[in-house]
């Protein structure tokens, strides 16, 4: 039977379809194969593959799709064999008429392709279009009129949709989880980070240590410098009493405390010494609460160095410095783990 | 019947498919050919990388980041200064602790130890981190970083980064990942005009790369990433805030990747910085280091600028905390006159050694490069009269004797041989130089006897400068003999020289004034100005010094 088709419904389903085309398939497929069993497996299968996809088919090229489907599946077995491509050339463009163009579009190929394919394909055959084509129809002829297999054919295509649908999903699947996992992993991560970064923040306050190289002058307050080397602490101040502008460090946890007179107020400073390591934070309770006071140190953590306070003090405030009794602490040294390391003990001070 | 109902020539054969589906129909071959169309631009992407590769050869480090700095350090190997146009100092890796490594890795490429120098994962990260805002590692490996630094000219090209990453690998597969991560230690900015690890951990903390401890590692560590920004560290909170946040991260980083312990991590504190700019000092350590670099370079046989540039450190003989209590004592109480600039110049030295403990040469190195103490001549008077009444005497104080204006330093290495029983030491300032690690030049004193032991007995007792017994109860330095000696006398004083010695020390102390010449840039010798008593100012200069040292021994 010659392909022929006839007209197809509007919004025709895959029933209807595979019921008008099964005989033309069937005549194809036989004229691909020559062995009437193999061309109804070819058939069958080629709508079983129709039928798992039809939702994706194209419904203005359904032909084609379906042509596509059956050479393909059929050369698919055959792969590599030159012969069985030359035929199946040689079928869409005799028996079915298709232009070169679209035997290319089929095979999958260049048109030039499609017609070496058909020139040799002829010279093979010994035969003109015409023979050829009669050949085909006597061939087509001894074809038995069959139904269509509908059902068997729509229950495998099922099958094969499912069975599709499912390894498409793993495949997603596979891709997918391990994304996931990297981004709640990385989310959680980031959280935590967020979680330390607020710990550590609010701690309390430390005392500005600095870390100066010997005899390196500090500009501590209205012309006053203080630096240290080695041996001890030095202070510039601008009023200088006579004796040894220094202070030597000992061996035993102590403050020590000095107040120099200034322009606009009085500026307290000292040494410490003893501390194991750099202080975290110094003290100095003057009238009006406690202040925090900068700290100078030599590099290496030598246990000892200078405080001041930055800003200056009134003079009342200093009286009650002055007239502070035995028991109270003036400026007390604190080691980095908050614990009290060293106090003012015994005062001394210069004006 | 059939055969007679040949299929019409069909109507498709000229009617052409629309282009839609035309393109629906070859889709699958459209995308085949695509794909090989990538296959073959990739093939040949990998084939030009490969050849890329081959062609590219490993540059010469640039000169910049050879030069290195000379570091002068004091006898207790504190910093005196430095001398250069980089401050940059080579350490070999074993001299950077292993923690200190760790953090710059931790901050900088974590899987550098793993990595084949460039690190796509990184890449990758980076330009999300670009994209989608976050701050987080740059894209460059540390070997990557290295290259960019120490190998290439700062330019910013796509071709040179291709060029980069290239090197990067190269480099990788040629050398082992200590020595990339030596270069980079050595090379990498941190800020405050240093570069290399050793130079930071000065410039940010005051000591060595070999004793930096976890938190200033990781706070190194931390700064590379903007120097620029974080070398105010210290001085302002909020740079300091900044560093500390990111010093947490790169802790909790080397925490994570069992670098440090939970302990350590958790006893970690961020550290105390110096500030920058730093404090400025005395001016007193310009002239100790141009008299170190003249020594140094002379006993090296090199010239002063290969020395400026060579990397060396150099232990100069020098008592800093002592410089630094005669700078203050001189500029305390200095004399001053109408007119005249009075100089004080203050020489100590060990007798029997020559090492130079004191060198005060001048109040401000800015405004007077030129040493009082090692070329100023001062005239002598009646300072040298105890040695010229002892005899015949050996050179070179035989020479010292003839002239009439002997330099400071001269002065004070004669009493130094009386003070060490006539055995004239040779002054010398630069006790030891190094350079990366190994000792290429220890001082040797130079001694020889000048003076019979009686001699020097002579003169030490003419003088009186020597130790003087003194009870046990009254020990105090106060009770030091000082002779005082000089030109001119009374209130026409021209010059004063004070000299006490021990058996530990020779302290010489001299003073004179000149005043500006009729000629511009030129100066006349001047006499003292008699408020405050010179003799007295230079007696107590000498011993306040004096009991500096007698407390530091």
Redesign the interface.
Known sequence: MPPTHAALPAGHDFATYARTRWSGLLATARLLTEDPGAAQELARRTLVRMCARWRHVPRNDVDFHVRRCLVRGHLRRLRGRRAARRRAVLVLRVWEGLADAEIAQVLGCSVGAVRAHARHGLKAAGADPGRLREGYARAVEGLAPSEVPLTEVQSRGRVRRRRRVAVAAAACAALLTPLGVLTVHRLGGDTQDRAAGLGSGGGTATSPVRVVAPGERVTAGPGIRVWLTADGGHWSVPVALAGNDGDRPGGAPGVSLRVDSVKGGFFLSGLFQGLNGEPGRVEVRTGDGEVTAKVLVLAGSPGWGIWYTSALVSEKDVKTVLTARGDERIVTVYDASGKVAARSAREWWRI | M??T???P??P??HER?PLR??L???R??LVRRLLYVLLALVATLCAAAVVAYRLTAIPKPHPETVTQSTVFL?A?G??LGRRGPVDRQDVPLSAVPRHVQDAVIAAENRSFRTDSGVSPKALVRAAWATLTGGASQGGSTITQQYVKNALLSPQHTLSRKAREALIAIKLDRTRSKDEILAGYLNTVYFGRGAAGIQSAARNY???DAK?LTVAQGAALAAIVNIPSYYEKA?SDPKVTAKL??RW??VL?AMAASGSITARQRAAA?FP????YP?????GQ?QYLIDVAAKEAADRLGITEDQLASGGYNVTTTFD??LQ??AT?LVQ?GRPAGKGVRVHTAVVGLVPGDGAVRVLYGGSDYARQPFNDAVSGTVEAGTALDPFRAVGPVGEPLGRLLRTAAPTPMNLASAYATVAADGRYATPYTVARITREGRTIYRAHPEVRQVLGEKQALMAGARSGAGPTPVAVTAGRPAAKAFATGGAGGGITRRTVWTTGYDGELALTVALFADRPGTEKGTTLPAQLPNEPPPAEFAQTVAAGIWS?TL??R
Do not use: C, M
């Open positions: 059939r055969t109902t040949r299929p020539k069909n498709r054969h498919v589906i035309r629906r129909r070859n699958g071959r004091d207790d504190a910093y903390f005051g000591v004793s210290g500390e946040r947490e991260w909790d504190r105390a910085f110096r500030f730093p404090g400025e000092t005395d350590r800093l905390g630094d209590s203050q305390d500096r407390s530091s």
